[in-house]
């Protein structure tokens, strides 16, 4: 521990891991967020891709990380339910890091290929359910904020479906656009060119009320399943041990950046929309969502290694 406090903090660049690959939506946001950090803070801010492992491997090396303000992860909320998901986790997301802000939210889309019958989700749920054999989920992966979602979706509307499983977003992208599989769940600024050149047919958003991004589209909450909303939401944690004052000073760096207008706007054009939390909140949602996932990751068996 180096003693380090917000009084002196930073004192040189600060490391902020993305454990996935360039080119993805952490990659994406912290890209946007680092040059108007170094504005704030008055010290560069280095991304490094540390990839691997479903992102565990960037994950652990942040999480054993000394304590000292200069190292950071971005991840997504999935990290609430790595212990339940990985039998061979080697951190605690919830002992092991400390939440400091929610970044930004990407909102999920629930999209058919246009050969699949009806323009709205009650119709796609009528026709899953009277021809099962002819519909097959795009699963992106195991486990993934998109899996999830489709799995509490056919099992509070009752429907039972093929899964065709892919390694990664874009692969499923693409059979649903090519219409090798029909449905698939995908965040909005993935498929919005799909979407508007007519490749894919959407149904309804997976968010609580309609987003900024795209108002005229329904949810699947309008439609009747009120407990049925999944954000796919991008959060930065420090190692357990960082000092309060210092993941204070971030945020409230982070915070300042997401009221700029240019940044908002940078965001929406990319698929995001704002959300920032304070890290006490922040802790609270992660826990949430922990608690919320354990029965059906369990009843599921999802289970990876």
């Given at each position: ?5 917000a009084e002196t903090w930073p004192s040189r660049p600060i490391k902020w891991i993305v454990p996935f690959p360039p080119g993805g939506g ?37 999480a054993k990380s000394a304590p000292d303000g200069y190292t950071f992860l971005i991840n997504t909320d999935a990290i609430a339910i790595y212990p339940q998901l990985y039998a061979n986790l080697r951190y605690d997301p919830f002992k ?210």
């Amino acid at each position: 521990m180096s003693g380090a406090s917000a009084e002196t903090w930073p004192s040189r660049p600060i490391k902020w891991i993305v454990p996935f690959p360039p080119g993805g939506g952490a990659d994406a946001l912290a890209r946007m967020l680092s040059e108007r950090l170094r504005a704030k803070l008055g010290q560069t801010v280095v991304l490094e891709n540390k990839t691997g492992a479903g992102s565990n491997i960037g994950t652990e090396f942040v999480a054993k990380s000394a304590p000292d303000g200069y190292t950071f992860l971005i991840n997504t909320d999935a990290i609430a339910i790595y212990p339940q998901l990985y039998a061979n986790l080697r951190y605690d997301p919830f002992k092991d890091l400390a939440p400091v802000t929610f970044v930004a939210s990407s909102p999920l889309l629930l999209a058919v290929h246009p050969s699949v019958p009806g323009k709205t989700v009650k119709e796609f749920i009528e026709t899953a359910k009277r021809e099962a054999t002819k519909i097959n989920f795009a699963n992106p992966g195991q486990g993934s904020p998109h899996h999830l979602a489709f799995e509490l979706l056919a099992r509070t509307a009752g429907i039972d479906i093929g899964q065709a499983n892919y390694r990664g977003g874009g692969p499923a992208l693409n059979d649903v656009v090519a219409g090798h599989a029909q449905v698939g769940m995908f965040t909005y600024g993935a498929v919005r060119q799909f979407v508007q050149g007519g490749q894919l047919k959407p149904l309804a958003l997976l968010t609580e009320k309609r987003s900024e991004l795209a108002p005229d589209m329904p949810t699947v909450v309008e439609a009747g399943w009120p407990g049925v909303h999944v954000a796919l939401r991008f959060v930065v944690m420090a190692p357990a041990g960082t000092p309060a004052d210092i993941t204070a000073r971030l945020h409230a760096a982070i915070a300042e950046v997401s009221k700029e207008p240019d940044y908002l706007q940078q965001l929406r054009q990319a698929g995001f929309e704002a959300f920032v939390t304070s890290p006490s909140d922040t802790g609270a949602l992660l826990r949430g969502e922990s608690t919320r996932w354990a029965p059906i990751l369990k009843s599921s068996g999802i289970r990876l290694d």
